[in-house]
């Protein structure tokens, strides 16, 4: 227990910092370095007091859809062991939020889902919420392949990556959607495998609950991820428009899908996942807009919207929840 405290610390206090300052830097030089720097900044200052200045009202409008969508997910998923309503649903997402931002790859996220659940039901709920965190990997995968084989040419052309390391990309990622896939329709094949290990017969409850994911109850799972998919695009689409980064929906879809796909497969942390995404969003989008600037100014304000605002609301939802349970305690 000392030791993995002892890498926390290292990670979230040392690591972490000393990777985002490096990306920050790196970004910063990138930005520097844009032509017509004076007149970026001077177009992004115009944007607020413009008619797009409504784009970033809409943005903040599809965040609430967005983690709207995951709650009625997570109320599907969960359906098996506790029937949930859509609002404490949602305070469950958001509590999630403000757990996974401190967390590597947001695994704390299942931490703070499972609060919002009765006694006896919190450990089979975890389960059933990676099984929705599944079919969002899916989507991302399957959409971001699908923006590698668009895009490859743009790519290769633009020296990001070479011809022979993209064909291993693509036949990887195909490769690791079609197992992903698999297992997602054959949960099955985990009760069977838990089933019979040794000495499993005190964890089998733990994912008993997953014989209930029939395959029309995955496959909705999978059309809200893909619909939360086409939110965040369209979340993107917006700013892009807001900061002067001229794209087409086409480029703005594939380019902002192959980066969800390399932040998916790349292990990061709450602060430097920043700095991450805008050196990811500067070699994809940079392949159809020079506009540097704006480019880090949407990536930055998709981050704060979707992730920094959810987790300061969860946050003070998960203090309420510590207030009723010192209620409970003190009653007892």
Do not use: C
Not at 72 to 82: F, N, T
Not at 83 to 112: M, Q
């Amino acid at each position: 227990m000392k030791l993995n405290r002892n890498i926390k610390i290292f990670i979230n206090y040392f690591l972490g910092p000393l990777l985002f300052l490096w990306l920050s830097w790196s970004i910063y030089r990138e930005v520097k370095r844009q032509p017509n720097l004076e007149s970026a900044w001077l177009q992004i200052r115009h944007s607020f007091n413009g008619p797009l200045v409504w784009n970033l009202v809409a943005v903040v409008v599809l965040m609430v859809v967005n983690w709207s969508i995951e709650a009625v997910k997570w109320r599907l998923s969960v359906k098996a062991v506790q029937e949930v309503s859509f609002f404490k649903a949602l305070k469950a997402v958001l509590s999630g939020v403000s757990f996974s931002v401190s967390t590597p790859n947001r695994v704390g996220e299942y931490l703070g889902r499972v609060l919002y659940m009765d006694d006896g039901n919190r450990l089979k709920t975890i389960s059933l919420t990676i099984v929705g965190s599944i079919s969002q990997l899916i989507i991302t995968i399957l959409m971001g392949g699908i923006g590698l084989i668009v895009l490859r040419i743009n790519i290769e052309s633009g020296n990001v990556i070479s011809g022979i390391w993209m064909k291993m990309v693509i036949y990887g990622t195909l490769a690791v959607l079609i197992v992903l896939t698999l297992f997602y329709f054959r949960l099955s094949w985990l009760i069977r495998l838990v089933d019979r290990l040794p000495g499993s017969s005190r964890f089998v409850y733990l994912v008993k609950a997953l014989e209930e994911f029939h395959a029309t109850l995955l496959l909705k799972l999978l059309s809200l991820s893909l619909l939360r998919f086409v939110v965040f695009i369209v979340q993107y689409h917006l700013l892009f428009s807001l900061f002067g980064v001229d794209l087409s929906w086409w480029q703005t879809f594939w380019s902002v899908s192959v980066s969800f796909l390399v932040m998916a497969v790349i292990p990061t942390f709450a602060i430097a996942e920043l700095g991450l995404r805008g050196k990811v969003a500067l070699v994809l989008i940079g392949l159809f807009s020079a506009n540097t600037t704006g480019i880090i100014f949407t990536t930055a304000g998709i981050w704060f919207i979707n992730l920094i605002i959810p987790a300061i609301a969860g946050s003070l939802l998960i203090l309420s929840i510590k207030k009723i349970y010192n209620r409970k305690d003190e009653k007892n």
